[in-house]
């Protein structure tokens, strides 16, 4: 049973998530290859596919490190079968970049649990968001969440709420360098960047439609269950678990206000709901439907090709 067999964190588990990861990589982009296959286009790819794979094992130290859900795998193997079913993510390879960059961000902000190295810790975090935006604009959003974090962790001295300004300068500072020397108009690099849609038709697809219908469906059943699990976690680790809900209802602002939809946005959901869900599996005491749940997820995505 695929529930037992993940259900204890295990160093071939890691072997069989990069497997599956590669295989919905190369079928994913399969389809874009128009032109013919040469040594510099699979060098690219290669290093496409390593940062998907960095970014799930950023993902899982984050969440083994501050002990967001038990010992087990389902976290992981959640997170890259979201991929498989929305595997517009893996076409855009800025969006990748960004979700990577957020992630190491989130890894920081999730950290000032301890209490220790704050500044150092929000500094980095706002860093990696700004890198994240440069990719993917919208990425700013999760900007509010050091904020949110600052609050959530009772940290008041206000010299903690300026290193995040310091930060996002240093980015800009450097953008503008770059710009500036490749001689690219900053006005016109600045206009670009402020977009949004509330355009839906793009989405109006059956394999978009079903994926992300089932992502957010199980997504919002499995919060239920993780806002009660909250109350019986130890009182330092809960502003931690709510970090991870605000996280969720950002990457939804970004999916509803994105100016370009075609189902890669959803990628900034990857994480935290993956978190959410695994938090779910590990209270379902009925095997059979814990069954049921992760087979739903992994036959989704096939039975989308047939779409």
């Not at 596919?49 to 389902?74: G, I, M, P």
């Not at 220790?116 to 990425?139: C, Q, R």
Request: charged letters at 10%.
């Amino acid at each position: 049973m695929i529930s037992n067999f993940f259900s204890k964190s295990k160093p071939i588990h890691y072997i069989v998530v990069s497997i599956i990861l590669l295989v919905v990589f190369v079928l994913s982009k399969l389809n874009t290859f128009s032109e013919g296959i040469d040594i510099y286009l699979i060098s690219k790819q290669t290093g496409l596919f390593l940062v998907c794979l960095f970014s799930v094992f950023v993902f899982d130290f984050l969440v083994t490190r501050n002990s967001l859900t038990k010992k087990n795998s389902y976290n992981i193997v959640l997170y890259v079968l979201f991929f498989a079913m929305l595997p517009q993510a893996i076409l855009n390879s800025e969006i990748i970049f960004a979700n990577l960059f957020v992630l190491l961000a989130l890894r920081r902000l999730i950290s000032l649990r301890t209490q220790k190295d704050i500044k150092k810790k929000l500094f980095d975090a706002s860093f990696w968001i700004a890198v994240a935006t440069l990719f993917y604009f919208w990425s700013w959003v999760f900007f509010a969440l050091i904020f949110i974090a600052l609050l959530t962790y009772g940290i008041t001295d206000i010299k903690n709420y300026i290193i995040p300004l310091i930060g996002i300068a240093t980015v800009g500072v450097i953008t503008i360098c770059y710009l500036i020397i490749f001689n690219v108009d900053i006005l016109d690099f600045a206009h670009s960047l402020f977009d949004y849609s509330l355009d839906y038709t793009t989405l109006n697809s059956k394999q978009v439609i079903v994926a992300s219908t089932l992502l957010l469906s199980f997504g919002l059943w499995a919060l239920f269950y993780y806002i009660k699990n909250i109350k019986s976690q130890m009182k330092s680790y809960r502003p931690s678990f709510k970090l991870i809900i605000i996280t969720a209802v950002l990457a939804l602002l970004i999916v509803v206000f994105a100016p370009s939809k075609n189902g890669s946005e959803f990628i900034f959901l990857f994480a935290p709901l993956s978190i959410i869900m695994t938090n779910y599996l590990e209270v379902i005491s009925e095997n059979w439907f814990k069954e049921t749940l992760l087979w739903t997820i992994i036959l989704t995505p096939i039975a989308l090709l047939m779409l």
